[in-house]
């Protein structure tokens, strides 16, 4: 059974939402989000069903990593993981401080882009994380070639840490407060 987690009405785009994920019953929809071309930073892209999956079962059973379908206008339509940087990903790779969350963000792949969808995503997923008081900073370590990712979220606060070699892929290590975010996008958080 799935639960909706967080809400939040976008000024431009509407309604978006984020709800737990079943990792059996959302197996087949998320494989067609990581193993999608745009997906390739995801590392999934020769994956089958049973392996998303097990993936996804596997988050889900852990006590510091969790996965999230996030909707849009009541349609599914980007993933969202949030999880604890000192204990997952980033194990020993930086210098972790209390209230660090971790998260990852994938938008589903789209026939027609909608202006802005993206931004909004990562605004709800990041607006969403700072509900929670016991967060003080938000880490991420994408890819470093993802220039893409990059620049939105250096246009939603993150500053860049720095460079992290991590076992699958070299990652820009950068992290975003409550202040910085709330700066970047005017939000009150």
């Not at 994956?47 to 379908?69: G, K, L, S, W």
């Not at 993933?79 to 972790?96: K, N, Q, S, T, W």
Request: with cysteine; glycine share 6%.
């Amino acid at each position: 059974m799935t639960t909706v987690v967080y809400r939040r009405d976008d000024p431009a785009l509407g309604a978006f939402a984020l709800r737990t994920v079943d990792p059996d019953a959302d197996a087949a929809l998320l494989h067609g989000w990581v193993t999608h071309p745009k997906a390739a930073f995801w590392l999934m892209q020769d994956a089958d069903p049973a392996r998303v999956a097990a993936e996804y079962r596997r988050i889900h059973d852990h006590p510091r990593h969790d996965a999230f379908v996030g909707l849009w206008r009541d349609r599914p339509a980007f993933l969202a993981e949030r999880y604890d940087p000192a204990r997952v990903e980033l194990v020993g790779l930086y210098d972790a401080e209390p209230g660090d969350v971790g998260m990852h963000f994938l938008c589903a792949p789209a026939g027609k882009p909608v202006h802005g969808f993206t931004r909004a995503v990562i605004t709800t997923v990041l607006a969403w994380l700072f509900a929670d008081p016991a967060t003080r900073r938000v880490v991420v370590e994408p890819d470093v070639r993802n220039t893409a990712v990059h620049a939105l979220n250096a246009a939603v606060g993150f500053q860049v840490v720095g460079p992290v070699a991590k076992p699958e892929k070299n990652a820009l290590l950068s992290v975003c407060t409550r202040a910085m975010f709330a700066s970047a996008t005017g939000l009150a958080v």
